[in-house]
């Protein structure tokens, strides 16, 4: 079974700097796809940026990037020039298999601090 | 850009009470996950669909059932409602073979058994 891990259960950033979330999956599989999904107050889960492991570059969105280590099976979320908005509850994703169903780490508080 | 829709958005039972939660997939989406999140925790895997047939089958109580009509819409019907059943239940939805899988997720249901 595929587990992911997210060892840092609380993290906190002063606005306009940089942090960095890790991650950590094990699987078993070749093809598969890592996500981190933000999930805010209002508890609405939303996808901050995705990762297909036969991609050997690391996917960016805007202020969002990832560190895909393929062979070591990390896969960390960094996020510049960090607003307010970005504080949230993030977790990591990870989908494979026939079905492609998402699990999940526990998940990393982010508290940004003005 | 529409997004998934579920209803109710907050439903309060008793126990043992029956429960049923709709959800409604992003047009052209072919597949329907359903998550539960209890408090403080990651979502949890219960059961998808994939062209109205069960596709997986996760940590789903024998007292729950869903199906996918022929309209992609899918209800995720609770019997027997224990007061550990309380969570944010979400439903996604995904185009298969689209853009690696990625899930788009509904506000959620929240279910409070009293």
């Known amino acids: 079974a595929q587990t992911v891990t997210q060892s840092q259960p609380e993290m906190s950033v002063q606005e306009a700097e940089t942090v960095t979330l890790s991650c950590t999956y094990d699987t078993s599989e070749s093809d598969y796809y890592l996500f981190w999904y933000k999930q805010p107050p209002s508890r609405q889960m939303i996808l901050v940026i995705r990762?297909?492991?036969?991609?050997?570059q690391n996917a960016t969105e805007n202020r969002f990037s990832v560190n895909f280590q393929k062979a070591a099976k990390s896969f960390s979320l960094k996020i510049s020039d960090s607003q307010l908005g970005d504080a949230a509850m993030y977790f990591c994703a990870y989908s494979g298999g026939s079905n492609y169903k998402l699990t999940f780490g526990k998940g990393t508080l982010l508290t940004v601090n003005p | 850009a529409a997004g998934v829709i579920q209803s109710p958005r907050h439903l309060i039972k008793e126990k043992r009470e029956t429960a049923t939660l709709k959800c409604y997939p992003i047009?052209?989406?072919?597949?329907v996950y359903w998550y539960q999140q209890g408090p403080g925790q990651d979502p949890q895997f219960l059961i998808s669909?994939?062209?109205?047939?069960?596709?997986d089958k996760g940590s789903i109580p024998d007292r729950f059932s869903a199906q996918q009509f022929s309209d992609y819409h899918s209800e995720l019907n609770m019997s027997s409602l224990e007061l550990g059943d309380s969570a944010l239940y979400f439903c996604?939805?995904?185009?298969?073979?689209?853009?690696?899988?990625?899930?788009?997720f509904g506000p959620g249901t929240r279910l409070t058994v009293t």
């Open positions: 990762q297909e492991a036969y991609k050997q």
């Open positions: 047009p052209r989406h072919d597949t």
């Open positions: 669909f994939y062209e109205k047939m069960q596709s």
């Open positions: 996604a939805s995904s185009r298969n073979w689209d853009r690696g899988y990625e899930q788009y």
